[in-house]
């Protein structure tokens, strides 16, 4: 059986004899280029690709001198050619192919090495639409999507990140290829001009949303997904986002915490510790120093606290490394780390300590739902001071204001149905994900009461409006003085009435953050 597969392999070998290469990027092209012409290549090119090929000392034929045409139209028609084309697509194991190739002199090409117009980097440039229009590759993508088209004979190499295999193909089989080799090359030809096209549909098609397209060409397969028997894969550049400086490999579920840590340490300024379990925060606080922040968010619930994501936006220090170090935790997440704290914290191999690079996230997110996808605009909105009205008859304080504010942020990141109850830009608790808002407040209550804290004083915040008063009525019973709530219940006056009534004051915002 064995020698039947190494002889139908043999059999699916082709030998590179004739290259076109038409390239924007020409780094690390010389040792292809090179490699090819010592296993007897011949090359055919088209304006600064030939010049660069010929300064290397190496013989290359004009794309004009095969097609009897020059390059037309300011560049736009350059290998536009059936002398090109049909070299690029004719079946050589068919007669008819070969018979009608000899009849037009049309030579065979079994190597096409080209790349697109740089039309994405054009486009975050700001240029104007002109040289943005001119930046659609048009003789490129064909060759591509010819020469990938024919993989049984043609080899297709579209972008820069080929040419490492090329290059071990050539060092290892000389100017050979296997029929699976090629197939590669023209699943990843096939991801180039697929990416390029939806970037340029969604240049032109802007606001309108007509149609949803995606790509990401960064690809990692997952140990498995949420749970150990679904195949689970993150599309993505991860490392353009983090530094990972040890621990295990990162989990489908370390993902979603990570995702969940970013968007909410974004949102404060002051020096913040959060630990987060299931893309929920169980701990935060903001303080003037890490190691007073640490302390605060871990008070907040130790319980939940095991086994979780941590996040900070300030360089870990020493002191806090080996506080932090005590517990049991999947993801550490900082801007930097000294070298004294980096060495408590890695004392733990399989700890993942990621360094979080200055990043711009996306402003659209999306997921997958029935038969079709959901996409929306992020909530991205931050409310301030100036946002805040106030609708009771009581102004909150200054520190109340601080403090609403820090639990509007905490809230705003927290599955619905949510209360949060905040003290002194501490975290006290919330109500996560329940079915009624009265019962995420009885839990945010019930878990305070857990865990110590005193609730006189403390503020209260709502992802979404109060349909009835009750939730006020709790909170007062429990010591709350102070509730932020976006308003727009028809019977906001109610819950008003009852904060006039039991003595708090209560601001609202005008904006509703549910997270389903």
């Given at each position: 059986?064995?020698?039947k597969i190494v002889?139908?392999?043999r059999m699916?070998?082709?030998?590179?004899?004739?290259?076109?290469?038409s390239v924007?990027?020409?780094?690390k092209?010389?040792?292809?280029i090179?490699?090819?012409h010592a296993?007897?290549?011949e090359?055919?090119?088209?304006?600064?690709?030939q010049?660069?090929?010929?300064?290397l000392?190496i013989p290359?034929?004009?794309?004009?001198?095969?097609?009897g045409?020059?390059?037309?139209?300011?560049?736009?028609v350059?290998?536009l050619?059936?002398?090109?084309?049909?070299?690029i697509?004719?079946?050589?194991?068919?007669?008819?192919d070969q018979?009608?190739?000899?009849?037009?002199?049309?030579?065979e090409?079994?190597?096409v090495?080209v790349?697109?117009y740089?039309?994405?980097?054009?486009?975050?440039a700001g240029?104007d639409?002109?040289?943005?229009i001119?930046?659609i590759?048009?003789?490129?993508?064909?060759?591509i999507r010819?020469?990938a088209?024919?993989?049984?004979d043609?080899v297709?190499?579209?972008?820069?990140?080929q040419?490492?295999?090329?290059l071990?193909?050539?060092?290892?089989s000389?100017?050979?290829?296997t029929?699976?080799?090629?197939?590669?090359?023209?699943?990843e030809a096939?991801?180039?001009?697929?990416?390029?096209?939806?970037?340029?549909?969604?240049?032109?098609?802007?606001?309108?949303?007509s149609?949803?397209?995606c790509?990401?060409?960064?690809?990692?397969?997952l140990r498995?997904?949420?749970?150990?028997?679904q195949?689970?894969?993150?599309?993505?550049?991860?490392?353009?986002?983090f530094?990972?400086?040890?621990g295990?490999?990162i989990s489908?579920?370390?993902?979603?915490d990570i995702?969940?840590?970013?968007n909410?340490?974004?949102?404060?300024?002051?020096?913040?510790?959060?630990?987060?379990k299931?893309n929920?925060?169980?701990?935060i606080?903001?303080r003037p120093s890490l190691?007073?922040?640490?302390k605060d968010?871990?008070?907040?619930?130790?319980?939940?606290a095991?086994?979780?994501?941590?996040?900070?936006?300030?360089v870990?220090?020493?002191?806090?490394?080996?506080?932090?170090h005590k517990?049991f935790f999947?993801?550490?997440?900082?801007?930097?780390?000294?070298?004294?704290a980096?060495?408590?914290?890695?004392?733990?191999?399989?700890?993942?300590?990621?360094i979080l690079?200055?990043n711009?996230?996306?402003?659209?997110?999306?997921?997958?739902?029935?038969?079709?996808?959901?996409?929306q605009?992020k909530?991205?909105g931050?409310?301030?001071?100036n946002?805040?009205?106030?609708?009771?008859?009581?102004?909150?304080?200054?520190?109340?204001?601080?403090?609403?504010?820090?639990?509007?942020k905490i809230?705003?990141?927290t599955?619905?149905n949510a209360i949060?109850?905040?003290?002194?830009?501490?975290?006290?608790s919330?109500?996560?994900?329940?079915?009624?808002?009265?019962?995420a407040l009885?839990?945010a209550?019930?878990?305070?009461a857990?865990?110590g804290?005193?609730?006189n004083?403390a503020?209260?915040?709502?992802?979404?409006?109060?349909?009835f008063p009750?939730?006020v009525?709790?909170?007062?019973?429990?010591?709350?003085s102070?509730?932020?709530?976006?308003?727009?219940s028809i019977?906001?006056?109610d819950s008003?009435h009852?904060c006039?009534?039991?003595?708090?004051s209560m601001v609202?915002?005008?904006i509703?953050?549910?997270k389903?």
């Open positions: 059986m064995q020698t002889a139908i392999s699916n070998k082709k030998r590179i004899k004739k290259a076109l290469v924007y990027h020409k780094d092209l010389d040792i292809i090179q490699k090819l296993e007897g290549v090359f055919i090119s088209t304006g600064g690709t010049t660069f090929i010929e300064s000392n290359c034929r004009a794309v004009e001198d095969l097609t045409y020059p390059s037309i139209l300011g560049g736009r350059k290998t050619h059936p002398k090109v084309f049909g070299g697509l004719t079946r050589r194991a068919l007669d008819a018979q009608q190739i000899e009849a037009y002199d049309i030579p090409i079994d190597l090495i790349d697109l740089p039309f994405e980097a054009t486009v975050a240029a639409e002109a040289d943005i001119e930046k590759d048009i003789g490129g993508i064909s060759l010819a020469a088209k024919n993989f049984s043609v297709i190499v579209a972008s820069q990140n040419y490492e295999p090329l071990n193909i050539l060092d290892e000389g100017a050979e290829t029929l699976e080799e090629r197939r590669w090359f023209a699943r096939f991801a180039v001009s697929s990416a390029y096209d939806s970037a340029i549909f969604n240049y032109f098609d802007q606001e309108d949303e149609h949803f397209r790509s990401e060409n960064d690809s990692k397969v498995y997904g949420e749970n150990p028997h195949k689970g894969v993150f599309f993505g550049k991860f490392e353009a986002m530094e990972q400086l040890q295990k490999e489908y579920n370390n993902l979603l995702d969940a840590a970013v909410l340490i974004n949102d404060f300024e002051d020096i913040t510790f959060a630990i987060l299931h929920n925060a169980c701990g606080a903001s190691l007073e922040a640490w968010a871990l008070a907040g619930d130790p319980v939940s095991f086994g979780g994501v941590l996040i900070t936006n300030a870990v220090d020493k002191a806090t490394a080996a506080e932090i517990l999947e993801v550490i997440i900082a801007p930097d780390y000294d070298f004294e980096l060495e408590i914290l890695s004392q733990k191999q399989n700890r993942i300590i990621l690079k200055e711009k996230l996306r402003t659209r997110q999306f997921r997958s739902l029935l038969n079709g996808v959901l996409m605009d909530d991205t931050v409310e301030t001071e946002d805040l009205k106030v609708v009771t008859a009581k102004t909150p304080s200054q520190q109340e204001i601080d403090d609403l504010l820090f639990a509007n809230v705003k990141h599955k619905s949060v109850l905040a003290k002194n830009k501490q975290m006290c919330s109500g996560v994900g329940q079915t009624s808002r009265v019962d009885k839990q209550i019930a878990k305070a857990d865990f804290f005193d609730l004083g503020v209260m915040a709502s992802d979404a409006f109060f349909p009750d939730c009525e709790i909170a007062a019973k429990a010591g709350v102070a509730v932020i709530q976006p308003g727009g019977k906001d006056q008003v009852s006039d009534t039991n003595g708090l609202t915002t005008g509703r953050h549910f389903h």
